[in-house]
């Protein structure tokens, strides 16, 4: 059974920075693309960052880029969100998903999601 679980979250100051990490269960992320989604209260889920299966290739939503970096650790079997410069806009729930495909992961069709778990960044 997959099972993808999310921490790191938490409450920062407009600036700072939160590492968030998702740890897998059932598969491998060297076999799978995996990625991160959020969705902040009242909006609709929205496409943070992805990796493929290789990770030969990642992509940052264009808005973001430059403050949210994505790494994978094999041998943790992990994929973290770096994220700096925080800004109360980035306040939101923050989902792992996972999928053999990287387009599945992109649009958010992905077979494996995780719980979530939350950042709030103050002004």
């Known amino acids: 059974q997959v099972e993808l679980v999310e921490s790191g979250g938490g409450l920062v100051q407009a600036g700072g920075s939160l590492r968030l990490s998702c740890a897998a269960s059932?598969?491998?992320?060297?076999?799978?693309?995996a990625g991160w989604f959020r969705q902040a209260p009242g909006k609709e889920r929205e496409f943070v960052a992805a990796?493929?299966?290789?990770?030969?290739?990642?992509k940052v939503a264009d808005a973001l880029k430059g403050r949210f970096t994505l790494f994978r650790n094999d041998a943790r079997n992990t994929v973290d969100l770096q994220m700096n410069n925080l800004k109360p806009e980035d306040t939101a729930v923050y989902y792992c998903?996972?999928?053999?495909?990287?387009?599945?992961?992109?649009?958010?069709?992905?077979?494996?999601w995780g719980q979530g778990t939350s950042v709030t960044v103050q002004s």
């Open positions: 059932g598969l491998q992320f060297s076999h799978h693309a």
């Open positions: 990796i493929t299966w290789s990770g030969a290739r990642t």
């Open positions: 998903n996972s999928d053999e495909e990287f387009t599945r992961v992109l649009t958010g069709a992905s077979s494996f």
